[in-house]
């Protein structure tokens, strides 16, 4: 049996960064798949340390908390900088996704098409700090901390996917980010994760087609 076991609903939503990350780093993992129906009976929820999902098992370890599972993966993989400064600035990026992250999420479920425009005139806004970073590391032709893939990547990849599909053309303004997500996403083993039905055929939010 894989050693880790992610239970989340049907979609990429917050697990599609430690998806990719596993997948990346070579692991096997098992799904256990929760529906709107079976998760609103209750118990599951209720067994949830906040109520919430993502769970995710590493052998006899149970976690909950999206950023706090990919900050273990990070340990567990050596993800998370070489030494104490770029482990700080790899904390740093994966804050700033999850603040854009939250945006969007609000976006996707609450009123959606009334905040889209608003959304996509601000969103520049909220890219401009990545493409900063990238543009501070080695001209932007590495990973967006040092020299070597952290958790961040592929929590801000994931992220950046994501908007090229709810707003087409959006990182045509950002070279560096446009090649950055071209270059990490033929990574030969994400690349084939990426190809595969079970993240091409999982809808990115939930609560829409998308």
Known sequence: MPPY????????????????????????????????????????KASCLYGQLPKFQDGDLILYQSNAILRHLGRSFGLYGKEQREAALVDMVNDGVEDLRRHCSHLIHH??????????????????????????????QAFIVGDQISFADYNLLDLLRS??????????????????????SARPKLQAFLASP?????????????
């Not at 908007?163 to 990490?184: E, I, K, M, N």
Request: net charge neutral.
């Open 198 to 210: 079970e993240h091409v055929n999982r809808p990115i939010f939930g609560s829409r087609k998308i």
């Open 163 to 184: 908007h090229q599909v709810l707003v087409p053309g959006c990182l045509d303004s950002f070279p560096l980010l446009l090649a950055y997500v071209a270059r990490l």
């Open 111 to 140: 009123n959606h098409e009334e905040d889209k425009a608003q959304y996509v005139q601000e969103l520049p806004g909220h890219l401009k700090p990545f493409e900063t970073l990238l543009s501070q590391n080695q001209g932007g």
């Open 5 to 44: 076991t992610i239970v989340y609903f049907p979609t990429r939503g917050r697990c599609e960064a430690m998806r990719m990350l596993l997948a990346d780093q070579g692991q096997s993992w098992k799904e256990e798949v929760v529906t709107k129906e079976s998760w609103l009976q209750g118990p599951l």
